[in-house]
């Protein structure tokens, strides 16, 4: 059993020491070489094609992403399609209107425990260097403190989150060709 016990501390141990490594080297380098880049929680996040800046929160138990959409308006064009209108606005005040196909609708748990159902859209995100489409469904983050929640679908591969850090991430998005 103590065998077992020294293996995994070892484990451990490694682990630890190869993501202290990671964290203290160069950013972009890790980021040209597709590599995970370590970010905190909290970042400054550019979304949309036009790169409009606001700030999120990286959630590793959060499935997919989701964006404070304001005036939201669900239509149908043609017989199936449906497409929804909506508005973000940037931690500079800065306004952007979207038109957009809903490739999907999620059922989101409540807090309360029931359920709501929010369209799905696929939008351009980038944090620190690390750049691609996102499935975001549109919410009322009214009540939070951050318009952004970034989830796991678009975490994964790209960024390692250290819940002790915020804000470590450069604002290069437009250097990265990443997705």
């Known amino acids: ?3 077992i016990l020294n293996s995994l501390s070892a484990v451990a141990v490694s682990m630890t020491i190869s993501t202290i490594a990671l964290a203290q080297g160069d950013a972009t380098e890790d ?3 597709g590599d995970p880049i370590p970010l905190g929680y909290l970042e400054d996040v550019r979304v949309g094609s036009l790169g409009l800046a606001m700030k999120g929160k990286l959630d590793t138990g959060a499935d997919t992403s989701s ?4 005036d939201v308006d669900i239509y ?5 399609d449906n497409w929804v209108r909506f508005r973000l606005i940037g931690k500079d005040g800065r306004a952007i209107r979207y038109d957009q196909n809903v490739i999907r609708f999620a059922l989101i748990k409540t807090k309360t425990g029931g359920t709501i159902r929010r369209p799905v859209i696929h939008l351009p995100l980038c944090v ?3 750049k691609g489409l996102a499935e975001i469904n549109l919410a009322d983050r009214a009540d939070f403190e951050y318009d952004v929640l970034i989830g796991r679908e678009f975490l994964a591969h790209r960024i390692l989150v250290d819940p002790g850090q915020t804000f470590v991430g450069t604002d290069e998005c437009g250097q990265s060709d990443e997705d």
């Open 67 to 70: 964006v404070h959409a304001r």
């Open 128 to 130: 620190g260097v690390k």
């Open 76 to 80: 149908k064009r043609g017989k199936r």
């Open 31 to 33: 980021a040209s070489r």
């Open 1 to 3: 059993m103590g065998r």
